[in-house]
């Protein structure tokens, strides 16, 4: 079986961290972190570090880093898929909050968690298992599935 990558990214790359979570990916991420912090949980955990601080250029280190030079997100995304090969096979499993699992769960269960609209509009249900957040397959998922299917060959 292949090694599913999982990544700790930089403060500065938070929008990154959550399209990271949203493909599936387990990502570590809090906008409060010191580098040296990074570094062990990298370390640590084996995860592959993603950054655009040149602090973590200057030394040398057991981890494997990806830098991300560009601003915007899309070109970020399209930076590390050049790296790393990025999937959607595993898309919305992730919960892009907290990082934890997502299940998907029965329409009924969510009848008065969700907007009447939504529940009357959408089937598909996704229910974080920490932090209890409810997502739907809605527009704004398949809008996403959309930006993140314009790279190439990732479908
Ligand atoms: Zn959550």
Known sequence: MKNIPRFVVDKMLGKLAKWLRILGYDTFYKNKISNATILS???SDNRILITRNHFFKKR???IKIIFITKDNLKD???ELNNEIKLSTDKMFTRCPICNHKTTQ???EYVKDIVPAYVYQTQERFFQCLLCGKVYWAGTHIE???KFIGD???LS
């Open 151 to 153: 790279f190439a060959g």
């Open 105 to 107: 769960i029965d329409k």
């Open 41 to 43: 949980i990298a370390n």
């Open 143 to 145: 809008n996403a599935k």
């Open 60 to 62: 040398k280190h057991q």
């Open 76 to 78: 970020q995304l399209l």
